[in-house]
T-cell receptor, first 111, second 116 residues
């Protein structure tokens, strides 16, 4: 059974600081890994998807890396802003199509 | 807006009542997923459909839960004889199968259920 862990569970940083969010998974037989953002009481917004054959993906201030052999992914958010405050979830897709999620990292960016 | 929509957004019910949620996926998407999320946790997979066929159900989906996607378009999730432990956010997602690894799941806003 795929287990996904996100550390830390919560993070508070001053505006402008770079954010580093970690995700680890136990089974390296994944199709892809997705990072999502969730605002309080809302659904999930997909941020980045990394294929199993890729090492990283970038979108604007966001960069995600994937090391499948060690079961790790890292999401970097450069020059954080108060609007980046949210919960960030990583999810791995295994061959039976469903996503296995971590519990998330709740980020607070202080103005 | 052509994203995934869910109805209702919030539902409060008394223990023992039945509830039904609806999900309308992105129109050309052939896969539809249901997840459940409790406070402080990530979503957990419940079930998924490929067109109208329900292909997998999690062991979390007790016999009080039933899901349908009758014409391969919208889906309903029904919970019979609700229990307080059913209180959660129910999320629907849809995707278009493009081949291994290419699939991105798009999520709706969720239905928040509170069982009193």
């Amino acid at each position: 059974k795929q287990e996904v862990t996100q550390i830390p569970a919560a993070l508070s940083v001053p505006e402008g600081e770079n954010l580093v969010l970690n995700c680890s998974f136990t089974d390296s037989a994944i199709y892809n890994l997705q990072w999502f953002r969730q605002d309080p009481g809302k659904g999930l917004t997909s941020l980045l998807l990394i294929q199993s054959s890729q090492r990283e993906q970038t979108s604007g201030r966001l960069n995600a890396s994937l090391d499948k052999s060690s079961g790790r992914s890292t999401l970097y958010i450069a020059a954080s802003q108060p609007g980046d405050s949210a919960t960030y979830l990583c999810a791995v897709r295994v061959p039976d199509y469903k996503l296995s999620f971590g519990a998330g990292t709740t980020v607070t960016v202080r103005a | 807006d052509t994203g995934v929509s869910q109805d209702p957004r919030h539902k409060i019910t008394k223990r023992g009542q039945n509830v039904t949620f609806r999900c309308d996926p992105i129109s050309e998407h052939n896969r539809l997923y249901w997840y459940r999320q409790t406070l402080g946790q990530g979503p957990e997979f419940l079930t998924y459909f490929q067109n109208e066929a329900q292909l997998e159900k999690s062991r979390l989906l007790s016999d009080r839960f039933s899901a349908e996607r009758p014409k391969g378009s919208f889906s309903t999730l029904e919970i019979q004889r609700t229990e307080q432990g059913d209180s959660a956010m129910y999320l629907c997602a849809s995707s278009l199968a493009l081949g291994s690894g290419q699939e991105t799941q798009y999520f709706g806003p969720g239905t928040r259920l509170l069982v009193l």
